[in-house]
């Protein structure tokens, strides 16, 4: 069964607590604290794999953690750090946080290999801390803690052009004639459940890599039917196919087919609904009514609109060698703009802590707000205030955790003074 799709669980590597512990040698009095620090704990890396082309392997294994930091030792020894997990995908697939369903990391073009989480950072042993009024100090800094995230696969291959139509109109047929794929095929609808890749080579042109989608029926972008599992596959193409039956084997009106799959796609996403289509009129070696030929009212109903029809037998191959080489035209003229979604969520700014307590008070002492508590200051330990991401991350927590709400339920008015663990800064709207 083809995988696209999955729902696993990372988590990196919590960092090595420091160590408290102090010298102890003869002949050495007062030796002084000698705790070592912890290890960092590892990180979770995605990284594209050639090799695969399913999300089969996530269906047996759904969680993945990196090693978690070595504790520091006696005598300043430091603890190992933790080993990166490296979690293998293919090509195309698209990183989502599971509950929001926002994107994290889109697996193509240059994003080969992404650190999506990092391990926590070791904390430091009692020797840091050592001062000319405090020369035993007995702590040390816990490391900080691991990070963790649902996350939903999705692949959606990486093909030049796709193959669109109803269920038995030929698609598999067509793509076991003019590429290397082999896909299962027999004369009874939804042979192809599973999307198929194939690699066109051409004579004197170049070669494209087409996807033969899964049949769709109507209402497939509502979820009916097999295609709507499928429809994310041609997403990134360039250049669609329409195969449509001109002969009406299954007395279907091949214009109507059209519409009614256009329609699907609009539904679904105008951007690819509106992307360079060529009709395939298949099956021209079926028809039987040479005085109302199919192919002439397919071409009086599109050829008009921009779109070219062309009369083919996916079987006999009469009509292949025109359609792909107009394609291939057609890829020519189309700008290769890599389709890569942008991403949407930052695991590096989230801090995990959604149900920690926090307090938004107004100190009259001070005349200033104060927001405190272990969600904020964890917040802004995860948090670099300098990069415009950090920032922008820093206001979005203040109105999603409703703390600018209560501030301005408490009277703040602009130019007030907010006071967060140390962090002071003035409010404006």
């Known amino acids: 069964m083809f995988a696209d799709r999955a729902r696993i669980y990372v988590r990196s590597g919590k960092g090595g607590d420091g160590h408290v512990s102090f010298r102890r040698e003869k002949y050495v ?17 995605f990284q594209v794999d050639e090799g695969l082309n399913t999300l089969t392997d996530f269906r047996h294994v759904r969680k993945y953690k990196a090693v978690d ?35 994290i990391a889109d697996m193509s073009g240059d994003n080969r290999r992404i650190v999506l989480l990092t391990g926590g950072r070791g904390g430091n042993g009692n020797q840091h801390y050592a001062t000319s009024t405090m020369q035993a100090p007995k ?20 093909a030049d052009v796709g193959l669109v139509g109803f269920p038995n109109v030929g ?83 091949p214009i109507a087919d059209i519409y009614a799959i256009n329609k699907e796609l609009e539904e679904y996403n105008m951007e690819i609904a509106s992307r360079p289509t060529v009709i395939a009129a298949n099956k021209i070696d079926a028809i039987t009514d040479t005085e109302n030929n199919p192919i002439d009212a397919l071409k009086a109903e599109f050829e008009p609109k921009g779109i070219r029809v062309f009369p083919i037998s996916a079987v006999s191959g009469e009509g292949l060698k025109e359609l792909l080489y107009y394609v291939s035209s057609l890829l020519d003229q189309t700008e290769v703009k890599q389709v890569v979604f942008e991403q949407e969520y930052f695991p590096e700014f989230e801090n995990g802590y959604s149900n920690e307590p ?21 917040m802004l330990g995860y948090t670099n205030l300098d990069s415009e991401k950090g920032f922008t991350f820093f206001q979005n927590f203040l109105k999603e955790t409703g703390i600018l709400e209560q501030l ?9 003074t907010v006071r967060m663990y140390g962090l002071k800064f003035d409010y404006y709207k």
């Open 408 to 416: 301005e339920e408490l009277g703040i008015q602009e130019g007030d």
């Open 171 to 253: 698609k598999s047929t067509l793509l076991s004639r003019v590429t290397n794929a082999r896909p299962k095929i027999a004369n009874y609808h939804f042979t192809t459940i599973i999307p198929n890749l194939g690699v066109v080579d051409m004579d004197g042109a170049k070669g494209f890599v087409i996807a033969d989608i899964p049949g769709l029926i109507e209402g497939a972008s509502e979820g009916v039917g097999l295609g709507h599992e499928f429809l994310r596959h041609i997403e990134r193409t360039r250049v669609i196919i329409h195969m449509v039956d001109a002969a009406g084997t299954e007395g279907r009106d």
């Open 139 to 158: 702590y040390a800094q816990p490391g900080q803690p691991a990070r963790e995230l649902e996350l939903l696969l999705e692949l959606k291959m990486i």
């Open 69 to 103: 930091g070595q504790e520091g030792g006696k005598r300043n020894c430091r603890g190992k750090d933790g080993e990166d997990i490296i979690i293998k995908v293919p090509e195309g697939t698209v990183i989502k946080e599971a509950e929001s369903g926002k994107v």
């Open 29 to 45: 009095p007062n030796g002084g604290p000698d705790g070592g620090d912890g290890g960092r704990g590892g990180d979770v890396i």
């Open 358 to 378: 926090y307090t938004v008070e107004y100190n009259e002492e001070e005349n200033e707000y104060v927001v405190e508590g272990p969600r904020i200051e964890k």
